[in-house]
């Protein structure tokens, strides 16, 4: 505030289980309170489907007399909100009790825990994404009500992946979101066309804080809308906003650092780590599945020969598979995980991965055969749900979601879940009574 005395207001921002971002604004000065006592949130805000609605079986309301927590301040989130018509700031917190303790049901508690885990254990996660999204222009009507990709009108085969016209089209706006990422921190790497009209991708940088390289996603989404919108666009993090064009991918790459930080994945042992990482994997990646795919409209992207994975398969340089080893020298050998929708929550998805990938390196069990050539062709190889039900009963007949999110997020998400897909059992949709009518 000493370096910004013109600052007039404080958004104050959370995550919930789906990866929404909720909060309010407040006046400058409440940015103390906010770092050393926190904010008062009703704590049931954890407990809110993917439609900002109570829902009653996790027993977050009501039931308990929907009592406050205190929110404080995560350093390091703190900056400008560059887009904003007034002075203003804004700042990610996270969860406690009224006691003191942290919120256990708070996705960003859930992940710093095991982070915590893995340093006993002498293990570094080193983490990046990769993030999907599509430009929309709004005013036009492209499917039923949806607003049609930029550069669409111009045909439905205009693609032009890794296009550099297109990105030069779009320049101002993509020089505002490395502006607005440089200011508040954000280890933006590259920006590429990616495989459908209006589709762009955003590459972070690895970050030795699992932490921090959630929190990255979060504003860089932010950031995205933000100016979309101060350029008259809309931004979609959907995970298939059209049927005819490619999905939006959220992909993680990760590997691990030991005390000496060295990757536990190279040198002479790394063969054996990296494969007992991948058969751990590969093993929860089931029961994991709606961890990555948390929304009714995710599993629509799990389609044969559309680069968004159907087996729980791994090879390396391959984009058609679950889990890719990229192509990279000894020192940076990692996992590209391939599976998450770009509208999943970030925390949620490395508590999964990094808890299957801590578990495998203490098993060290022997992974499958890498798949070659096209994954969606390989005999054998398990076939993963493409229906959000399917997922959610596979998720409650393990053990692995307890043990990656702890009992209590586990057992919100999945109650979550369970409302979201009996609302969406209860509609009837259009092509159902043009059908049977």
Known sequence: ??????????EFLLVDPNGVMRGKWAP???LKKAFQEGVNFPMSIHGLDIWGREVPETGLHIESGDRDGFFRAVPGTLSRVPWAKRSTAQVLLRGFTPEGDPLRYDCRNALARITKALAKRGLYPVVAFELEFYLLEPGTDWDDGMPAPVGASSGPDRQRMYGLDDLDEYGGLFDDIRAAAEAQDLPIDTIIKEAAPGQFEVNLKHRCDPLRAADDVIMLRRIVFGFARKHGLQATFMAKPFIEYAGNGMHVHASMLDRDGRNVFAGEAGERNLGG??????????QALLLFINSWNGFRRIQPGSYAPTRAVWAENNRSVALRIPASTEE????EHRIAGADANPYI???AVLQAMMDGLEKQAAPPPPVTGNAYDSAGAELLPDDMDDALQLTQSGQFCDRALGPELS?????????EILAFWAEITPLERTTYL
């Open 411 to 419: 057992k919100i998400y999945k109650d979550l879940k369970r409302s």
């Open 1 to 10: 505030m000493t370096a910004h005395p013109d600052l007039q207001a404080v």
């Open 349 to 351: 998805v490395l508590c």
């Open 28 to 30: 400058a000065d409440s």
């Open 277 to 286: 990482a991948i058969a751990e994997l590969i093993r929860t990646m089931p």
């Open 332 to 335: 940076n050998r990692r996992v």
